[in-house]
């Protein structure tokens, strides 16, 4: 049976960013931040997808995973998508490799949608208008006052609920907490991500302080990823309201289901840009639901905007700062948060996305 859209190209390319000050959190620091940009075309329509990775997951797309895309329909995302994990089973089936699977499945899902001449979230089956999201940054590496001034501006822009990074100095963390519950005043709601920095006595003390002296209400990825046992008892001992989220670096459906059977999480969240692009993300989405797991998407939210919008169990988004900065400055077609939320854009095509080549120019490095 001829193919009714063969694939004919398949483009990769690379952007490094300064961040707009020093970034840390709990266990990291960084200056800069990669997008990794893939650009597939069929019928005379482009599809745009990206990762945030390092420019070897572009330089495996071009090498592994070109050659199984190119040629292919590209409405038939579902077989392709098989054919790339196919293809990278020996390279390993997380880490770059499925980063680099997600950047490509993500824009094999935005040229279909173009091809059909329809937004991405009816394609997939729009189950809400909007997407919730919460402002999220409030790095270590600020001072007080840079603090509590982001966190301050989200919820002055409508947006509710706001996330700050803990882990780097526990003790000076619950300072830093008691004012940034002062700046954003009583009625937001106070998250905090410590990005596996803690050890299980830190973590306990600092959840049952941090909850009852800011009334802070989410802990994420408190412990490191692999201390399943460690994360098991934080949430049977967590404080009443305080809910454990835990999933950012998932990969494959079975990690979903290996946590949620760990009972590690109140909360899972799939990344679109590491755990498969949209394909990734519906299979995510549909495991979560089954076990009743609510489901709060991780970083990228232009990307992840429509097919969030059609995935059950949403609680909402995570709005970002630096890919907020990043998106903002490399991308056209971004809806702004209004009232604590983003809609999709039903009369462009696609993702609704456009990458601006001739401003990203000056970073890029593939």
């Known amino acids: 049976m001829p193919r009714e859209f063969p694939i004919t190209e398949v483009k990769t390319s690379a952007y490094q960013v300064p961040t707009d000050s020093p970034e840390s959190d709990g266990t990291f620091a960084w200056d800069s931040t990669t997008l990794v940009l893939v650009e ?12 945030y990775s390092a420019a070897a997951a572009g330089r495996l797309v071009a ?58 979230v009816r394609l997939l089956g729009q189950l809400r208008e909007t997407l919730p999201v919460y402002g999220s940054g409030g790095f270590t590496s600020y001072g007080i006052v840079e603090l509590c001034d982001q966190l301050r501006g ?14 780097s100095a526990p003790l000076k963390d619950l300072g830093r907490v008691r004012a940034a519950r ?17 050890d299980r006595k830190q ?23 692999e201390d399943r046992a460690g994360a098991r008892l934080l949430r049977d001992r967590s404080p009443h309201g ?65 097919p969030a919008c059609a995935i059950p169990g949403l609680r909402h988004a995570e709005y970002f700062h630096d890919h907020v900065r990043i998106e903002t400055l ?20 696609g993702n609704g996305l456009t990458f601006r080549h001739a401003d990203a120019a000056n970073y890029q490095i593939l």
């Not at 002062?182 to 803690?198: H, I, S, T, W």
């Open 182 to 198: 002062q700046a954003v005043g009583d009625g937001a709601e106070l998250m905090v991500d410590g990005n596996g920095a803690f």
């Open 242 to 306: 305080m809910e454990i989220a835990d999933g950012e670096y998932a990969a494959i459906g079975s990690d979903f289901l290996e946590l949620i059977q760990a009972g590690v999480a109140d909360i899972l969240m799939p990344d679109i840009t590491r755990c498969g692009g949209v394909t990734g993300l519906l299979q995510a989405a549909e495991i979560c639901a089954a076990w009743g797991i609510p489901i709060s998407t991780h970083c990228a939210p232009a990307l992840h905007l429509h």
């Open 154 to 167: 989200w919820v002055e822009l409508g947006i509710p609920r706001v996330k700050m990074k803990v882990g």
């Open 330 to 349: 490399l991308l056209d077609g971004l809806p702004q948060p209004v009232d604590g939320a983003l809609r999709p854009d039903l009369s462009a095509p």
């Open 40 to 51: 597939i075309s069929a019928g005379g329509h482009t599809g745009t997808g990206y990762t």
């Open 63 to 120: 090498e592994a995973l070109a050659d199984v895309v190119r040629g292919s329909d590209a409405l038939e995302v579902a077989a392709t998508h098989a054919a790339m994990m196919r293809r990278i089973r020996n390279l390993g089936r997380g880490g770059l490799a499925r980063m680099a699977v997600s950047a490509v499945d993500a824009a094999l899902w935005d040229l279909k949608a173009r091809l059909l001449d329809m937004p991405l």
């Open 203 to 225: 973590a306990l003390e600092f959840m049952h302080a941090a909850a009852g002296e800011a009334g802070v209400n989410w802990m994420e990825q408190p412990l490191p990823p």
